[in-house]
């Protein structure tokens, strides 16, 4: 009886935006909204995750009409291959021609508006960069997450970001950071070894360039295992990946980290359906006493999934 009633609702909303479609006038607008988030919400109500009414309601909001707050983003000429740009307060540099419109702002959302507004939130009240923590920022692309971390006193910051396009943008980002040590940019992309992959950076937007077996390009790579060792890290507090589903990879090239240090790790999740239990069973494999807690709902594709995964000891 439940799901034939929900069958109807969504038939009646159906209908409904068709001929709202047609209108144009500010409450049917308001109404073709609405209408529109109650079928995100009630779409895919037999999804194997379980998401409570706000990570429903967050997530029908962000597909509907995106994040409603708005950012200033001013682009200014720096030099042959480099803007500057003003993106509410602060001052990156990024390559010329690599962000669209708007895009800039849309990423700096996602980082740093707190997760009652923001189902990719990096941080929850239990999973936190501390102060005098070392951090890894996996994916760093135009480097406001290493700003985050920087903002909340974190001693040390290793950046990873495999696209050589950004190389030069981050360091000049990151100038003074990098000269007082509190920051290194590692031109690698994490996985579960080390050596080269095939890297695709062609698509519509610059920040879901990704490992590819098509891709035109090729990356060095690098497990989080390997760069410990090699660099004599005495430990890693925070993990933080959005690196466009290599993220699988990446953890289980960090098994000897996380055994050794039990970092607090913010991954994002959403580019593959099966990625939050996938990784919830392998950072459980590796240290059962792990909390691990799936954040959001995304619904930009079927079947609907996590946005992110957060992991604490």
Do not use: W
Request: charged share 30%; aromatic share 16%.
């Amino acid at each position: 009886m439940g799901f034939y009633l929900i069958f109807l609702i969504k038939r009646i909303i159906k209908k409904t935006i068709f001929f709202l479609k047609k209108q144009n006038n500010i409450f049917k607008k308001k109404v073709y909204y609405f209408l529109r988030l109650l079928k995100y919400f009630f779409k895919d109500l037999k999804n194997e995750y379980k998401f409570t009414i706000s990570d429903r309601y967050l997530g029908a909001k962000l597909c509907v009409g995106g994040y409603n707050q708005q950012i200033k983003e001013n682009y200014y000429d720096f030099n042959e291959i480099l803007n500057k740009v003003v993106v509410n307060d602060l001052n990156i540099y990024v390559p010329k021609n690599s962000f669209k419109k708007g895009e800039l702002s849309y990423l700096y959302k996602e980082v740093f508006l707190p997760i009652k507004k923001n189902p990719h939130a990096y941080e929850m009240s239990f999973v936190r960069i501390n102060p005098g923590d070392v951090v890894i920022d996996a994916g760093s692309c135009e480097g406001f997450f290493t700003f985050y971390a920087l903002n909340k006193y974190a001693k040390k910051i290793y950046a990873f970001e495999p696209l050589g396009l950004f190389e030069e943008s981050l360091k000049k980002t990151f100038f003074v950071q990098i000269k007082n040590g509190k920051v290194s940019i590692i031109k690698k992309g994490l996985s579960d070894k080390t050596g080269t992959e095939k890297f695709y950076s062609d698509g519509e937007y610059i920040c879901t360039a990704k490992f590819d077996k098509d891709g035109k390009k090729l990356v060095e790579t690098i497990t989080i295992d390997n760069f410990v060792i090699h660099n004599n890290c005495s430990k890693i507090d925070f993990i933080k990946m959005d690196i466009e589903n290599a993220e699988v990879k990446a953890i289980k090239g960090a098994k000897d980290t996380i055994k050794k240090f039990l970092p607090r790790m913010s991954i994002a999740v959403y580019h593959d359906h099966k990625n939050a239990k996938e990784i919830k069973r392998i950072l459980l494999e590796y240290v059962p006493e792990y909390k691990v807690i799936f954040g959001g709902c995304y619904m930009y594709e079927l079947p609907y999934r996590p946005y992110m995964i957060y992991a604490y000891v």
